[in-house]
Structure formats: structure tokens, C-alpha cells
């Protein structure tokens, strides 16, 4: 793991700089700003200091695709010739944090600022305390010995010990702080196991950081809702009852047609529950939206055919028991219904279901059809791992996630970085 500090004036040039040394592999750890001090710090800018790292091998493939010069310039000298190349340069999009929970743009970049250093810092202290703590208990044994067992026999059963747990202090913390995340402790260890660097002689934060991009890779790339390549993408919304498909959809409606500007049509198959239906059409009326109740599959079809012209259709099924074999029967087949049009299913779920109840919904489903995943409900939980859990047990591609009820808020793409800080114990 390589971990390089670079300071500019702006966040994004200290990014543009991070990439050209690093390669676009490298993850951001951490930004901050960093206010002038003495006298004349009244007349001085305010400047951005960023942390970014990546893995060894990443760095060598970058540092032979594009070798840098063997001269080191000052940091004034990176910034003007960043500037001076940028002109040149199409805009290119920087690799910056993802939106955290509930935040908007405008206040996400100050949240960006402390996010990582914040992990870092306090989980670094905390695991710093428990090996002090933990030596001064071995400390107090060795005295307690001496009382009772000649010194140079102390001497080795001590070394011995400590040979023992060499290289263990550090990463049975980190395991334990992703264990209590939720995460299980196979996946854990799978972590662990897969890092280059993981004994007491590698600083704190360099575990951690290895940790933290092994998560990021982990929950892979995210794929949010998009239109089709032909009209209308008939969108499915399915799950057990009461996970929040209804009000999802309704998120995801408001997202498409007013930040996306797609025409949308909203469906319900969801016949069971009255209140449902009425919810649905509240929205699709405050959109401007045509809104459907569809019974069987054939009404499923004509009902698409008629509104062939929109870029989605978005169907809001009943929530069913995945272990009910005709409810499954039937979903199916309105699923099936519409397989001449472009579909995607969308599996939500809830964060606060225990894991075991989790993978058993989504292998049934999964026997189904494809789906990517939503995860709702996580203002409700502290334990976040279930989402790392289903995705390396499933295989199947993270979307979204919400944290309340309300339209069109409290929902957004899953950012992998988030996930991987607060499972570490970062962020509150």
C-alpha cells in the first residue's frame, strides 16, 4: 500500500494531482483544508491537503504507463502546472467521495473533508489503546510471575507469548470491529487474508487503509437505474412485505422524471393492500404521471403496450413470502409477461432483517430472475455488514439505499466508500 499527501489550492486540483502521480487507481483517503498561520495569514489563501493511496502493484503499472520526472518541484510549481495543462484539457470528472446518507451536494464536500481521517484517527486511537492495554496486562503478569517463577523461566514463557501473538494484535481488532458491523466472520477473515500487509510492525493506518480498499473493491461496481436502449424499460420492484418497495419506487419515479427528465409511467400489481394503491397514485398525480393497477399478466401486457412511447414503466408488486411457491408462481409470470420489452428487477430489502433470513430471500428470488439490490431502512440499524454479506454471497449488483420516508428525499446511490467507513467505525 502506497499513501501520498498533496496539497493545492482547490480539492480538485489536489485530486488532479493525486491521479497523475498515482493513477486513476488510487482511492481517496482523506481531505482537508488547511488554514495559514502567523501574521500574515489574513493575505494567504486557504489550501487543501488530500491523502490518497493505492495498492503497490497499482502504483507500478502507473509509474511505467507514465513515469514522472525525476525532478521535484514545489507545490506552487505542481498548481501552476496543473493549471497550465488543464487549459488544454477536456473537463474530466474527479474521483471524489460519493453523496452520504441524507446529505446534500453542497454540504457533502465539508462531510468529505473529515470522513476518512475521522475513521482513521479514531479507530487508529482506539486500537493504539487496546494494545497498550493489553501490554500493560501482559506487563502485570510477568510481574506477578516473578513471585512465583524464577526470572529466566519468565523470561522465556514471555517470549514465548509474545512470539505467539506477534502479528495478531491489530488484525483480530479489525476483525472484531467488522464482526461487530455485522459482517460475518467468514467474510472478515476472507479480508484479512487477502491483505500483503497485516502484522504489528505496519502502522495502524496502513492496515486500515488496506482494509478499506479491499471493502471498496468488494462491494464492486454500483449500477444505479438507467433508462433502456429502447423504450419503455419495464422496471419491477419486488420483495417480501413491508421492506418499503412502494415508497422506494416512489423515490426512484421522483428522481427519473424530475432530475433525470424521463417520462415515466407507474404501475401496481400490489392488490392485496388498498392503501397502496391510493399511495401510488398520490405521487404519480403530484408527478403528472399516468398510474395503472394491473391484475393478471395479460393486463400486464396491454398495459405496456399502451404507454410504449415512455422510457420507463415502474411496477410496484405485492410483498410476497419468498417462501410461498404459487405467490413466486405468479410473480413470475407477470414478469414474463412483458420479456419482449427490456426488464429489470430491483430485490429491496431490509437492513434491519437478520443476515440468515436475508440470503435466504434473495437465493429464492435469485432462482427467479436477475435483480440488482436496494437495502432500505438503514436509519433503522447500526450494523451495516449485511450489505457487504449479500453482495459477496450473492454475486448480485448493489443500487441504492434509503433511510426514511420521505419523497424524494432520504434515498441515494450506494457509495462503497461510505459503506467501507462506517464499517470500519467511521462516521456516526
Same mark, same amino acid.
Given at each position: 500500500?502506497?499513501?501520498?499527501?498533496?496539497?493545492?489550492?482547490?480539492?480538485?486540483?489536489?485530486?488532479?494531482?493525486?491521479?497523475?502521480?498515482?493513477?486513476?487507481?488510487?482511492?481517496?483517503?482523506?481531505?482537508?483544508?488547511?488554514?495559514?498561520?502567523?501574521?500574515?495569514?489574513?493575505?494567504?489563501?486557504?489550501?487543501?491537503?488530500?491523502?490518497?493511496?493505492?495498492?503497490?502493484?497499482?502504483?507500478?503499472?502507473?509509474?511505467?504507463?507514465?513515469?514522472?520526472?525525476?525532478?521535484?518541484?514545489?507545490?506552487?510549481?505542481?498548481?501552476?502546472?496543473?493549471?497550465?495543462?488543464?487549459?488544454?484539457?477536456?473537463?474530466?470528472?474527479?474521483?471524489?467521495?460519493?453523496?452520504?446518507?441524507?446529505?446534500?451536494?453542497?454540504?457533502?464536500?465539508?462531510?468529505?473533508?473529515?470522513?476518512?481521517?475521522?475513521?482513521?484517527?479514531?479507530?487508529?486511537?482506539?486500537?493504539?489503546?487496546?494494545?497498550?492495554?493489553?501490554?500493560? *496486562?501482559?506487563?502485570?503478569? !510477568?510481574?506477578? &510471575? @516473578?513471585?512465583?517463577?524464577?526470572?529466566? /523461566? =519468565?523470561?522465556?514463557?514471555? $517470549? +514465548?507469548?509474545?512470539?505467539?501473538?506477534?502479528?495478531?494484535?491489530?488484525?483480530?481488532?479489525?476483525?472484531?470491529?467488522?464482526?461487530?458491523?455485522?459482517?460475518?466472520?467468514?467474510?472478515?477473515?476472507?479480508?484479512?487474508?487477502?491483505?500483503?500487509?497485516?502484522?504489528?510492525?505496519?502502522?495502524?493506518?496502513?492496515?486500515?487503509?488496506?482494509?478499506?480498499?479491499?471493502?471498496?473493491?468488494?462491494?464492486?461496481?454500483?449500477?444505479?437505474?438507467?433508462?433502456?436502449?429502447?423504450?419503455?424499460?419495464?422496471?419491477?420492484?419486488?420483495?417480501?412485505?413491508?421492506?418499503?418497495?412502494?415508497?422506494?419506487?416512489?423515490?426512484?419515479?421522483?428522481?427519473?422524471?424530475?432530475?433525470?427528465?424521463?417520462?415515466?409511467?407507474?404501475?401496481?400489481?400490489?392488490?392485496?393492500?388498498?392503501? *397502496?394503491?391510493?399511495?401510488? !397514485?398520490?405521487? &404519480? @398525480?403530484?408527478?403528472?404521471?399516468?398510474? /395503472? =393497477?394491473?391484475?393478471?399478466? $395479460? +393486463?400486464?401486457?396491454?398495459?405496456?403496450?399502451?404507454?410504449?412511447?415512455?422510457?420507463?414503466?415502474?411496477?410496484?408488486?405485492?410483498?410476497?413470502?419468498?417462501?410461498?411457491?404459487?405467490?413466486?408462481?405468479?410473480?413470475?409470470?407477470?414478469?414474463?409477461?412483458?420479456?419482449?420489452?427490456?426488464?429489470?428487477?430491483?430485490?429491496?430489502?431490509?437492513?434491519?432483517?437478520?443476515?440468515?433470513?436475508?440470503?435466504?430471500?434473495?437465493?429464492?428470488?435469485?432462482?427467479?430472475?436477475?435483480?440488482?439490490?436496494?437495502?432500505?431502512?438503514?436509519?433503522?440499524?447500526?450494523?451495516?455488514?449485511?450489505?457487504?454479506?449479500?453482495?459477496?454471497?450473492?454475486?448480485?449488483?448493489?443500487?441504492?439505499?434509503?433511510?426514511?420516508?420521505?419523497?424524494?428525499?432520504?434515498?441515494?446511490?450506494?457509495?462503497?466508500?461510505?459503506?467501507?467507513?462506517?464499517?470500519?467505525?467511521?462516521?456516526?
Amino acid at each position: 500500500m502506497i499513501i501520498k499527501k498533496y496539497k493545492a489550492l482547490t480539492e480538485k486540483e489536489a485530486i488532479l494531482l493525486a491521479k497523475e502521480d498515482l493513477g486513476p487507481d488510487a482511492i481517496v483517503m482523506n481531505v482537508k483544508k488547511i488554514k495559514p498561520g502567523g501574521i500574515m495569514r489574513l493575505f494567504k489563501k486557504t489550501r487543501v491537503e488530500l491523502t490518497a493511496a493505492i495498492d503497490d502493484d497499482m502504483e507500478e503499472q502507473a509509474a511505467t504507463a507514465a513515469p514522472m520526472s525525476s525532478s521535484v518541484k514545489s507545490e506552487d510549481e505542481q498548481t501552476i502546472d496543473l493549471r497550465q495543462k488543464r487549459r488544454g484539457e477536456s473537463t474530466e470528472e474527479p474521483f471524489l467521495f460519493g453523496k452520504a446518507f441524507g446529505e446534500n451536494k453542497d454540504s457533502y464536500s465539508e462531510e468529505a473533508q473529515n470522513a476518512i481521517e475521522e475513521k482513521i484517527n479514531s479507530i487508529a486511537k482506539l486500537l493504539e489503546q487496546q494494545v497498550q492495554t493489553q501490554k500493560s *496486562a501482559e506487563t502485570s503478569i !510477568k510481574e506477578a &510471575a @516473578n513471585q512465583v517463577i524464577p526470572s529466566g /523461566e =519468565v523470561a522465556v514463557r514471555t $517470549e +514465548e507469548k509474545e512470539t505467539e501473538q506477534s502479528g495478531n494484535k491489530v488484525v483480530d481488532l479489525v476483525i472484531k470491529q467488522l464482526i461487530d458491523s455485522e459482517v460475518t466472520e467468514a467474510h472478515a477473515k476472507e479480508i484479512i487474508d487477502e491483505l500483503t500487509v497485516k502484522d504489528d510492525k505496519q502502522p495502524i493506518d496502513n492496515i486500515l487503509a488496506n482494509v478499506y480498499q479491499k471493502i471498496v473493491l468488494k462491494l464492486g461496481e454500483i449500477q444505479p437505474l438507467t433508462a433502456g436502449e429502447k423504450k419503455p424499460k419495464v422496471v419491477f420492484f419486488v420483495g417480501n412485505t413491508g421492506v418499503g418497495k412502494t415508497t422506494t419506487m416512489a423515490k426512484l419515479a421522483s428522481l427519473c422524471t424530475l432530475d433525470m427528465k424521463l417520462k415515466c409511467a407507474m404501475f401496481s400489481i400490489d392488490t392485496y393492500r388498498i392503501a *397502496a394503491i391510493e399511495q401510488l !397514485k398520490t405521487y &404519480a @398525480n403530484i408527478l403528472s404521471a399516468p398510474m /395503472e =393497477v394491473v391484475y393478471t399478466p $395479460e +393486463e400486464m401486457a396491454q398495459s405496456v403496450e399502451k404507454f410504449k412511447n415512455y422510457d420507463l414503466i415502474l411496477v410496484d408488486t405485492a410483498g410476497r413470502s419468498h417462501k410461498s411457491e404459487e405467490q413466486k408462481d405468479d410473480l413470475k409470470q407477470i414478469i414474463d409477461s412483458v420479456k419482449e420489452y427490456e426488464t429489470e428487477v430491483f430485490l429491496v430489502v431490509s437492513a434491519t432483517v437478520k443476515y440468515a433470513d436475508l440470503l435466504s430471500i434473495a437465493n429464492t428470488y435469485g432462482e427467479l430472475f436477475d435483480y440488482n439490490l436496494i437495502f432500505t431502512k438503514l436509519d433503522e440499524t447500526n450494523g451495516l455488514g449485511s450489505i457487504l454479506n449479500l453482495k459477496l454471497d450473492t454475486g448480485k449488483p448493489l443500487s441504492y439505499v434509503t433511510w426514511g420516508q420521505n419523497v424524494p428525499d432520504d434515498i441515494g446511490v450506494l457509495d462503497p466508500q461510505i459503506i467501507a467507513k462506517k464499517l470500519l467505525g467511521g462516521g456516526k
